[in-house]
């Protein structure tokens, strides 16, 4: 092993070096010091976003013998989920200043990049050991995260919920790993891809693999925990578990499908697909009859991991630059949604749709910006939402999926009717006793202004998608 | 050693695996559905080492495995239970159809 093998993992290097610096922080500084926790915490992170952006020369390679693979792919979701993060981080300040998290503000940062750094080597596995540890790695932590405000039920109910779903799948997930160890004798991607064989404990092996991925991709039948944790937790963590965590997790299932399980691929085209159209329907028609905008969102995730997967089993390069571009668009949509919610919540503490009755007479650019990102989701032209599913349709098209994008086209319908409700809500409902005005701190706004500028501008500057086809590649 | 077959460590590992799967829907104290989960991860990990004990013995890479799964399945389990021990503390139980139910639909 050359040590100049780590000069590779750049991202992570930085990453840990962000984490170390903020650990020394919380530990040591005095309690004048930590006053600016906050703004230095992200300060760094943005440093640590940007040095990836300019010093990470996106080459594939190789190191550690294959265990740990890098290459304009993995390099390019990183900056994905360091931007997303970024922003999420900014949402936070109203939520970590009150009197019951201020003192532990420092473990959300640490906890948060932990996870960041298990999706990092998620990502860029070269064999199932490195996979499995950074999944838990991006997992373990996060139910930590899901639990974090102590004192209110819900949350520590949702933290046990969490818990004990993510054990169970990644036993489950661990389970398959080791029958396609039996079967093959190795564990690294490049080798199984090669030797793999048409084998029935091959088949067995991969089938609980993934029930056990899809459980973190929370895709139908495999999503009831998610509304549930959804609500539960803070709502700066359920932003996270359902974009970063949720795109992460994708785009790993993704390069395991390229790499691992071509020679599989019939059977998991059939398995994957009325997966795909059980996780729409059912995804929309649960959202339909929420009340509550938290569960709302979460069952309209899961809707939306339906489309990200009809890009992810297209097995093109066309499908992988699809998966990469809805991911970022996604992101974008959800932060902005979420950051409406946030704002009123932190204010107000309402979060159920017939709160936001009237909400544009009273906060008139919250519920343009709750708009904007409700358009985006739907998949309205001109935002970006509209662009990211027309390339995951063209990817899946390319393919000759026709019945499964017919599908999925009737159910964008179906799911604009739901986000409309939304802004039915905010902009022409009555509401005797609106929402007061809502004051929101500079970081949180900063935040918005930054994914409505995402979701007008990834949308029509072209050249945003032309890199993510560049950096793609296929079966 | 090897006058064990196989197929019975298998058949040992498996039945593991499932007593586990059974006790987790099962149980309704959250301390016994912790330890359902942990029967599956051991179970998983006696997959692994009798894998590359009778089918690989040239190499560790199954070993490895058993042992990095090990380590995982002690940190989830501080994490559960700092987690259990925190509702313990604002409800006084811990059974799953009463103490966590508030969260549905």
Redesign the interface.
């Known amino acids: 092993m050359k040590l100049s093998e780590y000069l590779l993992m750049k991202p992570e290097l930085s990453l840990i070096v962000v984490f170390l610096l903020l650990i020394f922080y919380d530990l040591f500084a005095s309690e004048k010091a930590k006053k600016h926790y906050f703004p230095v915490a992200c300060g760094l992170f943005l440093v640590h976003t940007i040095v990836c952006f300019f010093f990470c020369v996106p080459d594939s390679a190789t190191a550690f013998g294959g265990m740990y693979i890098t290459g304009p792919a993995q390099i390019t979701i990183k900056h994905v989920l360091n931007i997303g993060l970024f922003l999420i981080f900014l949402q936070a300040n109203t939520w970590l200043s009150r009197p019951d998290t201020i003192f532990k503000r420092g473990e959300f940062f640490m906890l948060t990049i932990l996870t960041l750094l298990g999706m990092y080597l998620m990502v860029s596995s070269g064999n199932?050991?490195l996979f499995?540890?950074g999944l838990?790695m991006a997992s373990?932590?996060v139910?930590?995260l899901v639990?974090f405000d102590?004192?209110r039920?819900?949350s520590?109910?949702?933290?046990?919920?969490y818990?004990?779903n993510a054990?169970?799948s990644?036993?489950?997930m661990?389970?398959g790993?080791?029958?396609i160890?039996?079967a093959c004798?190795?564990?690294y991607f490049a080798e199984l891809g090669a030797n793999m064989l048409y084998d029935p404990l091959l088949i067995m092996g991969m089938i609980f693999f993934m029930c056990g991925l899809f459980f973190k991709i929370a895709l139908v039948p495999f999503h009831l925990w998610a509304?549930?944790v959804y609500?539960?937790s803070p709502t700066n963590v359920t932003l996270y578990l359902s974009t970063i965590s949720k795109g992460a997790a994708a785009f790993a299932l993704m390069a395991i499908l390229y790499k691992v399980f071509p020679v599989l691929s019939n059977v998991w085209v059939d398995v994957i697909s009325i997966i795909i159209m059980l996780t729409i329907l059912v995804g929309n028609l649960f959202a339909l009859r929420q009340k509550n905008m938290k569960r709302f969102l979460a069952f309209s995730s899961i809707s939306q991991a339906g489309y990200i997967m009809l890009s992810v089993f297209s097995g093109t390069s066309l499908g992988m630059s699809a998966t990469i571009y809805f991911i970022f668009v996604y992101v974008f949509s959800n932060l902005a949604a979420f950051g409406v919610i946030t704002a009123i919540e932190n204010k107000t503490g309402k979060v159920n749709m017939d709160d936001y009755n009237g909400l544009y007479y009273t906060n008139p650019k919250l519920a343009l910006a709750m708009m904007i990102a409700m358009f985006s989701l739907g998949g309205i032209p001109p935002t970006a939402g509209f662009f990211s599913k027309f390339f995951v349709f063209i990817a899946a098209m390319d393919q000759g999926h026709t019945f499964l994008v017919f599908f999925a086209l009737i159910n964008t319908v179906i799911s604009l009717f739901y986000y409309l409700l939304v802004v039915k809500a905010m902009f022409i409902k009555k509401n005797n006793s609106p929402i007061e005005c809502v004051k929101t701190d500079g970081y949180l706004k900063a935040s918005l202004v930054l994914s409505m500028i995402g979701i007008g501008l990834v949308g029509l500057v072209s050249c945003i998608y032309e890199y993510f086809a560049s950096v793609s590649f296929g079966i | 050693m090897n006058n064990i077959p196989m197929e019975a460590c298998l058949a040992i590992s498996t039945l593991m695996?499932f007593a586990?799967v059974y006790g987790?829907l099962s149980r309704k104290n959250?301390i016994m559905?912790?330890v359902s989960?942990e029967l599956?991860?051991n179970?998983?990990d006696l997959?692994?080492v009798v894998?590359?004990r009778y089918?690989?013995p040239g190499?560790m890479?199954?070993m490895?495995?058993a042992l990095?799964?090990i380590a995982?399945a002690a940190?989830?389990t501080a994490?559960?239970i700092?987690?259990?021990i925190?509702?313990y503390r604002?409800?006084k139980r811990i059974y799953i159809d009463e103490?966590?139910t508030?969260?549905?639909h």
Do not use: R
Request: charged share 10%; glycine share 8%; hydrophobic share 60%.
């Open positions: 199932f050991l499995f540890i838990e373990l932590p139910a930590a639990a102590k004192y039920h819900h520590a109910e949702a933290g046990a919920k818990i004990f054990v169970f990644s036993a489950v661990i389970f790993i080791s029958f160890y039996g004798g190795t564990l509304a549930d609500e539960g | 695996f586990g987790f959250m559905v912790l989960l599956m991860l179970a998983v997959n692994f894998f590359n089918l690989y190499q890479e199954g490895f495995f990095f799964g995982i940190a989830e994490i559960a700092a987690i259990i925190n509702i604002n409800v103490n966590i508030e969260l549905k």
